[in-house]
């Protein structure tokens, strides 16, 4: 199963996009790749989802090379309020069943 | 809507007590797990089941033991806490199959202190 690699914790300022960056060398065929915010105090939050090239919704913008071994999550302009967890989540489908394997997180501090 | 609603937010319990962390969904998902969360390790992933009557193990499955008699509940059993056990837990459920199995909907969490 896919593990997953992103940096401990990044800085931004408000109004400048982020780029959160997530190594995932063993993923395979049929794997998907998600994204997801955390709170203080609160369950993570799904954020986006893709397989390949560049997926985009009201919130975020994906962007995954075609080999796959890596993704990028953007956050656009972002503000205070974007202080949060990220995390890179391969999903995977073996066996009959779905696996959900989270990495550590990236912790992202957006300053004023 | 409720979505995923987990039960107590906060507990406090003494080694070698056991104790039931309760978790419910209402939006008939036949997916449900339980993650524990620390600090520097992200989520693992405790035990998971696709359907009432169906469990199995995820990551770290020790010390804990669960049941699905009903599509809504997914307990979680600590049966003798031990310090280790001191962690905030989620439980999570997940849309049927297609784009929304890619989707977990997780609860806000108990955060558990064993003593």
């Known amino acids: 199963l896919a593990k997953t690699t992103q940096p401990i914790s990044m800085d931004s300022y408000e109004g400048q996009e982020v780029n959160i960056t997530c190594s995932h060398n063993?993923?395979?065929?049929?794997?998907?790749i998600t994204w997801y915010q955390q709170f203080p105090s609160q369950g993570p939050r799904f954020i986006i989802q893709g397989y390949k090239t560049k997926v985009t919704n009201e919130v975020a913008s994906l962007f995954i090379p075609a080999d796959r071994k890596s993704s990028t999550l953007s956050l656009p302009r972002v503000s205070l309020s974007d202080t949060a967890v990220y995390y890179c989540l391969v999903v995977a489908y073996t066996s009959g069943t779905y696996k959900y394997i989270f990495g550590t997180g990236t912790r992202l501090k957006v300053l004023a | 809507n409720a979505g995923v609603t987990q039960t107590p937010k906060f507990q406090v319990l003494k080694t070698g007590q056991s104790m039931t962390l309760q978790c419910a969904q209402d939006?008939?998902?036949?997916?449900m797990s339980w993650y524990r969360q620390d600090p520097g390790m992200g989520l693992r992933l405790i035990h998971y089941?696709?359907?009432?009557?169906?469990?199995d193990q995820g990551e770290v499955p020790n010390g804990y033991n669960v049941s699905r008699s009903t599509t809504e509940d997914f307990p979680l059993r600590l049966l003798s806490a031990a310090p280790s056990q001191t962690s905030v837990y989620f439980c999570?459920?997940?849309?049927?199959?297609?784009?929304?199995?890619?989707?977990?909907?997780f609860g806000a969490g108990s955060r558990l202190t064993v003593l």
């Open positions: 089941s696709v359907g009432a009557g169906i469990t």
């Open positions: 999570a459920s997940r849309s049927p199959g297609g784009s929304g199995a890619n989707v977990l909907t």
């Open positions: 063993n993923i395979a065929t049929n794997d998907y």
């Open positions: 939006m008939n998902h036949e997916y």
